[in-house]
């Protein structure tokens, strides 16, 4: 059986990306891809050009939580960056793009309550736009998310933890205050060990 994984997880997301449709039923972004600072490599002049509108991928771990050998969940930000690069909209106005607000409602729509491999539904938290820009718009959408991280399952001997190697006895003493309290005899709870 295959363990989810955050490789199956971005593609699942990638796959998700690359689907979406505007309002008339065209696929929207004709680039999709894992973030690598493309926009800002594009306007340093140090990056490859890109069709655009584009969307790119970004992952941001806020906070692990180990739950027990092997696994751990983590509160995970996912975080599109929309650029796109219109300078006349053919409508009367110039260096005025209105359709990256449209791009941005595509991604919403489309992502929200959105479940990757091994992740909890996205939930949308903010969108934001990117005035550092030149001709080409950035305009920045985050969700969250909890990615479930079962990579540690999988040991070294190809063999799966199903259940952890712990013998755990616990061996309890009641405190004589709080059954009695509650009209409750240590007899009925078959309890011997009362102090």
Known sequence: MQQPDILKATTDILNKLSLIKD???????????????????????????????????????????VLNLGLAASDLDVIFHIVDNQLDAMDGTLDQNLTQLNLRRY??????????TGMSGFMYQRGQADYNHTDTYHRIVTFKTIYLDQDALYTN???????????????????AGIPKAHGISYDQLGYDNVI
Request: glycine share 6%; hydrophobic share 40%.
């Open 107 to 116: 991604i919403i729509r489309d992502m929200t309550e959105f479940y990757p």
């Open 23 to 65: 309002d008339n039923g065209q696929v929207v972004f004709k680039t999709v891809a894992v973030f690598n600072d493309h926009y800002q490599r594009l306007v340093n002049g140090k990056g490859f050009s890109y069709l655009t509108p584009a969307v790119f991928l970004e992952f941001k771990w806020t906070k692990t939580t």
């Open 157 to 175: 001997t190809g063999q799966y933890y199903k259940n952890p190697p712990v013998t755990l006895v616990i061996n309890g003493i009641i405190s």
